[in-house]
């Protein structure tokens, strides 16, 4: 690994390889070939020689691998910025910050799966008419959700704000989990809890009723709330 130490070394003391060769008396082949990867094993007199010309010791020249940063090509670059004036390093850092925003924003969008959004259509007060909803897709890394509810009222999810999306699971909620029920007609996001053998789907904004079933079949679960989006 003596190339990467010698990469960041020379590019930490803007150096070029001839001027690694004027300092340390070493060939500038010899270094070329160490430096492009041609010779992996290089003499132990060479080795001496760089680590007392870089002030480091040979162990640190050799077996670190915390040292193994730069590659050849990162290696102008750094060069290449230090050798820039006030203007050149500004535009360099502006493009690198573009192309490293541009970056993760490509490697954020392969992650990400489509699922469906339902947008509530019409007045919403407790619940929603999720059969009429318009549907769009929504992208999004979180690998469970299966659906996803835009938030068009705040009598419908009051612990979010109108925009927000809230990301389904399709599951059956656990105790003290809020979810997404339907009678068939409306869908009502609820806090779900038992009391014995009862069932609550308790009321969030205090608009609605608490809904309490003898057995769970009496509703169908659309899912459960694992995230929301916020807009």
């Not at 007199?45 to 162990?59: C, E, K, P, Y």
């Not at 009429?132 to 009222?153: F, K, M, P, R």
């Not at 109108?162 to 009678?183: C, K, Q, S, W, Y």
């Amino acid at each position: 690994m003596i190339w990467n130490r010698m990469y960041e070394l020379m590019a930490e003391r803007n150096m070029s390889i001839q001027d690694l060769s004027d300092a340390s008396g070493i060939p500038l082949e010899t270094l070329r070939n160490i430096y492009y990867k041609k010779v992996k094993d290089p003499k132990v007199s060479t080795i001496f020689r760089l680590a007392q010309t870089f002030g480091v010791s040979m162990d640190n020249l050799l077996g670190d691998e915390k040292y193994a940063k730069y590659d050849a090509d990162e290696v102008e670059v750094i060069r290449n910025y230090r050798s820039c004036g006030h203007h050149g390093k500004s535009i360099i850092k502006l493009v690198s910050r573009f192309e490293s925003t541009a970056a993760k924003k490509e490697r954020e969008g392969e992650s990400k799966h489509r699922i469906p959004c339902l947008i509530p259509v019409g007045k919403v007060d407790d619940g929603i008419y999720y059969n009429t909803c318009n549907v769009v897709d929504e992208y999004t890394n979180i690998e469970a959700a299966y659906l996803s509810i835009e938030i068009t009222s705040n009598y419908f999810a009051p612990a979010y704000c109108m925009g927000d999306h809230i990301l389904i699971e399709n599951r059956f909620p656990e105790e003290g989990e809020r979810a997404v029920f339907t009678d068939g007609i409306r869908a009502y996001f609820r806090l779900f809890e038992r009391d014995g053998d009862k069932y609550i789907l308790k009321c969030l904004n205090g608009r609605g009723k608490d809904i309490f079933l003898n057995r769970m079949d009496e509703m169908d679960c659309i899912g459960t709330c694992i995230s929301v989006v916020r807009k």
